[in-house]
C-alpha cells in the first residue's frame, strides 16, 4: 500500500469541492511525489482504505507545480484549469494557494 496525505478543499471563488492527494514517491520514478485532484462532488474513485476521493481529474508532478517552468508556480496566486474542456474543473488562485501550503507542509516533514 502507497502512503498518502490527503487535504479536503473547497474553493470559495468557484465554489467547488476537491478532494486532493499527495502521492509519495515510488521506487521506479525519480520524477519525485505527485498530486492527484479528484471533484469531490462524485464518488467514484476510493483510496485504499476506503476513503471516498471523488471523480480523478488530474495528476501532476509537485516538482512541475511548484517550479516556474510552465509560467507562475502555484502559491503565488495562480489558478490552475485541470481539464480545459470541461469548465468546472478549474481552480481558482487562492484555492491554489491553499494547495501549495498543503505542499510545502508535506514537503517540509517528507524530505
Not at 19 to 43: C, H, M, P, S
Not at 63 to 73: A, F, H, M, Q
Not at 75 to 104: C, Q, Y
Request: hydrophobic residues 30%.
Amino acid at each position: 500500500m502507497r502512503n498518502n496525505t490527503i487535504m479536503n478543499l473547497y474553493d470559495t471563488i468557484r465554489s467547488q469541492s476537491w478532494t486532493v492527494r499527495i502521492l509519495e514517491n515510488q521506487k521506479n520514478d525519480d520524477l519525485g511525489a505527485k498530486i492527484e485532484f479528484y471533484d469531490a462532488d462524485y464518488d467514484f474513485e476510493k483510496d485504499e482504505s476506503g476513503r471516498i476521493l471523488g471523480q480523478f481529474v488530474a495528476c501532476y508532478y509537485i516538482e512541475t507545480l511548484l517550479s516556474g517552468e510552465y509560467g507562475k508556480p502555484i502559491g503565488t496566486g495562480r489558478g490552475l484549469n485541470l481539464m480545459g474542456h470541461e469548465p468546472k474543473w478549474s481552480i481558482s488562485g487562492e484555492g491554489m494557494d491553499l494547495v501549495a501550503d498543503f505542499v510545502k507542509e508535506y514537503l517540509k516533514h517528507n524530505q
